[in-house]
C-alpha cells in the first residue's frame, strides 16, 4: 500500500478553516485518496473521497496537488464537534481494506 | 438515516472462551468489513467479505476467526478461543456495491475485554 504522511496534531480556533495536510509521492495512478475521521470513543467516519479534481460535500473540501503527491482536507468552519483524529487513506482501485495510519490529531479551540 | 449497528456495545468474556460479534449493516450493502483497534493503537483492517466469502483477509485474521452472513441482515465475526491480545474494539463496516471507491460506513464498535 502506498503511504502517506500526516502531521501528529494540529490545533484551531473555532469557527475558522482548518487545513489538513497530507503527502503521498507514491500514490499510483488508481489510488483513491480518501479521509476518514474518529471522533472520540466513535468507529471511523467518512468525510470526503478524489482521485484527482478537487471535491466538495457538506463537510468538507478537499485539495488534491496537480501531481497527486499531496493533498488537503479543508473544513471551512470548524466546530467543536470536528475534534477528531484524521485519517488520510489511499486505496487502491479493487483493494478493499483501509489502511489505517496514526492519522492528525485535530484539536478545536473554543 | 440508515446506519450500521453492532451488539453488544461491550463483551467481557474469560481466556479461552469463544465470543461472536453481531453486526447489521446497512439494508442495501453488498460488501462487509471488520476492522479492530487495539487501545491506543490504529485501525486495523482484519477481512472483507463480498457474495457469501472472504474476499481479503489480513494476517490477524488466522483460523481462530471466522465470519458469516447467516441471513439476510446480519454479519458476525466470531473468535473461537480468545487470547487476552484479542482484547480491543471491533467495528463492522458496509458499503455499497456501486463504484470501485466508495465510501465504507463503520458501526459503533464492540469492546471485547478478555480476561
Known sequence: DAKTTQPNSMESNEEEPVHLPCNHSTISGTDYIHWYRQLPSQGPEYVIHGLTSNVNNRMASLAIAEDRKSSTLILHRATLRDAAVYYCILRNFGNEKLTFGTGTRLTIIP | EP????????????????????????????????????????????????????????????????????????????????????????????????????????????RLTVT
Not at chain 2, 7 to 30: A, F
Not at chain 2, 39 to 65: A, H, P, R, T, W
Not at chain 2, 92 to 98: D, E, I, N, V
Open chain 2, 3 to 110: 446506519e450500521v449497528t453492532q451488539t453488544p456495545s461491550h463483551q467481557v468474556t474469560q481466556m479461552g472462551q469463544e465470543v461472536i460479534l453481531r453486526c447489521v449493516p446497512i439494508s442495501n450493502h453488498l460488501y462487509f468489513y471488520w476492522y479492530r483497534q487495539i487501545l491506543g493503537q490504529k485501525v486495523e483492517f482484519l477481512v472483507s467479505f463480498y457474495n457469501n466469502e472472504i474476499s481479503e483477509k489480513s494476517e490477524i485474521f488466522d483460523d481462530q476467526f471466522s465470519v458469516e452472513r447467516p441471513d439476510g441482515s446480519n454479519f458476525t465475526l466470531k473468535i473461537r478461543s480468545t487470547k487476552l491480545e484479542d482484547s480491543a474494539m471491533y467495528f463492522c463496516a458496509s458499503r455499497p456495491g456501486t463504484g470501485a471507491s466508495s465510501e465504507q460506513y463503520f458501526g459503533p464498535g464492540t
